[in-house]
């Protein structure tokens, strides 16, 4: 649920147009989800987990939601 709202939510940046010295300008946003219990017992190992799972996104083009997945390199969507 967490990266479907993730994924919501980057697409609606994605639509935002900023106008800047006559052009628009479009920002894009990577983000990483990670969740509780199921990552991590604390706040420190559920962040640690979305932010691998949020360089992953920017290794892997950027302008994407990826989900930690344990045991297994994060899934980007």
Not at 11 to 28: C, D, F, K, Q, S
Not at 29 to 51: E, M, T
Not at 52 to 71: C, E, H, I, M, P
């Amino acid at each position: 649920m967490a990266a479907e709202r993730a994924e919501q939510i980057r697409r609606n940046a994605a639509e935002i147009a900023i106008p800047y010295e006559g052009r628009l300008v479009h920002a894009t946003l990577s983000l990483g989800v990670a969740a509780y219990p199921d990552h991590g017992q604390d706040v420190q190992a559920v962040i640690g987990k979305a932010d691998q799972a949020l360089y992953q996104s920017k290794r892997d083009g950027r302008n994407r939601v990826t989900a930690w997945q344990d045991g297994a390199p994060p899934m980007a969507g």
